[in-house]
Structures are given as structure tokens and as C-alpha cells.
């Protein structure tokens, strides 16, 4: 069976999850396309036309199964390649534009919130990472659509998106993998990881003014910054790197040997976030032992029991902090991951599709 998956915009997390598709289900015949994550606003409404001028060839070859990302402007591709109209076409929404916290200096969001709409619209299945990404984008879309013009009656076909999309989250590798390796790594309880994008949506400002605090009422704690950094990051950064110096173990982007290490030392990994519809990086780091500690919003009450949430606020997150790292006894167990793992969804993975074939 030949497979064309299409990631218009390759975030780590794409392509993580078009790796290591491609690697668990082998006995397809795949074919990937992928573009550079930069430009977004480009790159949303741009990539049939990118692939049409570089990749002519490659799209005009016959294939079973289209599964593109919900970042592929789809029902372009199709037009403009109507043959690949005849394979089973499914998008993959890792996220959605409707969700997405604008900040005060973003373009309109409305090109990419049609590039979702309409790709959606276009599959013949439509897969989402978790149940809050797609209730997220029916309950967006709906009241978005009803700035139109007209008064469209757009209820009726969402929720008839709703009832026919599947969940599928982006399975993270087999922990016993990678058990004999981390074993080598001592976990320091008191040590704290932030592995985030440095973007304003991750609220690092939340996260930073609770170590502040931390720090100011004198505990004894570890800290390691990593995660994806850009040419442009939020001015809470500069700050923290400097008022927080005498905790920090790490600072930055780190070589892929030297961030797993880091992960399978920390004690506990954090998430202050307005915007996540899955969240590998805490996912990763809970797998190799750390205590995640997450927000009661979004997607995590469905994936992360209560005593592994605080209620949201800063507050809520300092108290939470302060018991960790002081009383060993409030501390939870490590948690169990093999749920999230390749093992639990390879099945289901390929089923998808074999179904859509």
C-alpha cells in the first residue's frame, strides 16, 4: 500500500510523529513531503503551490492513501492534483488554528483557521491528537463561522465532523527501550525541568514568577531550561537566566544525549501553559521518571490524574511546588506511561490506514 504523508510545517512534534510512523508500521510504502517550520503564514496557505513547483513529480504518482497533517492546505493539493482525489485522504490535527491564543501583534488567524476548516472537510477521516483538540476546533469553528456574512447554518456538519473523527494521540517509544540506558542516570528529586518552546503561549511568565518566589523564601531546589529556543524569545527569559542563576544546571537547547540525560535526572517537570493539545515534552519527561505537574485545563485532565494537577494559578502552582520539595511524603508515584506508548496504539495506527484504503 502507497502511503503520501504531508507535513507542510515541521515542527519537532510533526516530525517526530511522521518518523516514527513511518518506523512502526514498515510494511507500507511511504512517500514524505515535509517543509521547513518558518514563515507560518506562508507556509499555511503556500504549500500546494511549494509542492507543486518542487515535488511535480512525486504528486503525480498514484497513491492509496493521502495522510497530511492539518497544516496542509489539502483541499488545494487536490484541485490542483485532482487524482490524488481518488486515494483515501486523512488529516492529522496535532493542533488547530481555532484554539490558538493570539497575541496582540499576530496577523489574522483567519487564512489559517480556513486551511484547517477546509482540510477537515476535504478528508474522508480526520484524526485528532486528543479529545480536547477536536471539541476545541467544533466549538471554535462554530463560533467563528458566525462572523460570516451570512447567517450559514454550519451547525449541522460540524457535529457531524465531531461524530465521525477519531483520537489518536502521538504515541511516544516504548519505554523498555530505553530502561538499561536511563538506569545509569540518578534522579534528583529536587530538580525542576521547563522543556517548552521559549514562545509566549507556553506562559513562561506564570512559571518563572513562581520560582521567584521559590527562590526568594529560600528552596533548596535545581533548575534546567531547555526546549526550543528562537531568534525572538519573551523578555521573561533574560530575566530568569539571571535572578536564577545559582539553581540553574542547564540553560538552553542541549545536544540530544545531553537533554535525555537531563530528563532522566529530573525530580519533576512543569507546565504553565495556555496552549498544548497533547504535550510531548511533558510526556517524554514523565516516561523517564519525572513528576509531571501540569495545569487543570486543556488536554490534561484526560491524560494526567488529579494528583498530578494544580488548579492553574500561580498560587496554585507554588503551593504545589512547595510540598514537593519539601516533603517527600506529598509526592506522588512515579506514573505509569505505557498507556501513551507505541505498543498501545500500533494497532489502531494501522488499522486507520488499512481502513481508509
Avoid at 484541485?79 to 496577523?107: I, T
Avoid at 506511561?337 to 488499512?354: D, G, K, V
Amino acid at each position: 500500500m502507497r502511503v503520501l504523508l504531508l507535513s507542510a510545517y515541521e515542527a519537532v512534534s510533526h516530525r517526530y510523529w511522521a518518523h516514527s510512523l513511518m518506523a512502526q508500521l514498515d510494511e507500507f510504502s511511504w512517500t514524505l513531503l515535509s517543509l521547513p517550520p518558518r514563515h507560518f503564514a506562508w507556509r499555511i496557505r503556500g504549500n500546494p503551490l511549494s509542492w507543486m513547483l518542487k515535488e511535480h513529480d512525486t504528486l503525480n504518482q498514484s497513491f492509496d492513501v493521502v495522510l497530511a497533517t492539518s497544516m496542509v492546505d489539502l483541499a488545494t493539493l487536490v484541485g490542483l492534483f485532482p487524482h490524488l482525489g481518488r486515494a483515501k485522504k486523512v488529516v492529522y490535527f496535532h493542533e488547530n488554528q481555532f484554539a490558538y491564543p493570539e497575541s496582540s501583534d499576530q496577523v489574522s488567524q483567519l487564512e489559517a483557521k480556513m486551511v484547517n476548516l477546509y482540510a477537515a472537510l476535504a478528508a474522508d477521516s480526520v484524526v485528532f491528537n486528543s479529545a480536547y483538540n477536536r471539541d476545541s476546533l467544533i466549538d471554535g469553528a462554530r463560533a467563528f463561522l458566525k462572523k460570516m456574512p451570512e447567517n450559514l447554518p454550519v451547525a449541522k456538519p460540524l457535529e457531524e465532523l465531531r461524530g465521525r473523527a477519531l483520537v489518536l494521540p502521538v504515541p511516544i517509544a516504548d519505554s523498555s527501550e530505553r530502561l538499561p540506558q536511563a538506569a545509569v542516570h540518578k534522579t534528583v528529586p529536587h530538580r525542576i525541568v521547563w522543556n517548552h518552546r521559549w514562545e509566549y503561549d507556553k506562559n513562561p511568565d506564570d512559571f518563572f514568577a513562581v520560582l521567584f518566589a521559590l527562590s526568594d523564601a529560600g528552596a533548596a531546589f535545581e533548575l534546567a531550561v531547555l526546549g526550543q529556543r528562537f531568534r525572538q524569545t519573551p523578555a521573561i527569559f533574560a530575566e530568569a537566566e539571571q535572578r536564577l542563576a545559582p539553581h540553574i544546571v542547564a540553560w538552553g537547547p542541549q545536544p540530544e544525549e545531553a537533554y535525555r540525560a537531563l530528563l532522566d535526572s529530573a525530580g519533576i517537570v512543569v507546565s504553565t501553559t495556555w496552549h498544548e493539545f497533547q504535550g510531548l515534552a511533558i510526556m517524554e519527561a514523565a516516561q523517564r521518571g519525572a513528576l509531571p505537574l501540569v495545569p487543570d485545563r486543556l488536554c490534561f485532565p484526560a491524560l494526567y490524574p488529579p494528583a498530578y494537577r494544580y488548579d492553574g494559578t500561580r498560587q496554585g502552582l507554588y503551593d504545589r511546588l512547595t510540598a514537593w520539595l519539601t516533603d517527600p511524603a506529598s509526592r506522588p508515584e512515579t506514573l505509569d506511561t505505557s498507556a501513551w506508548e507505541w505498543p498501545a496504539w500500533r494497532r489502531a495506527y494501522r488499522q486507520l490506514l488499512m481502513d481508509s484504503a
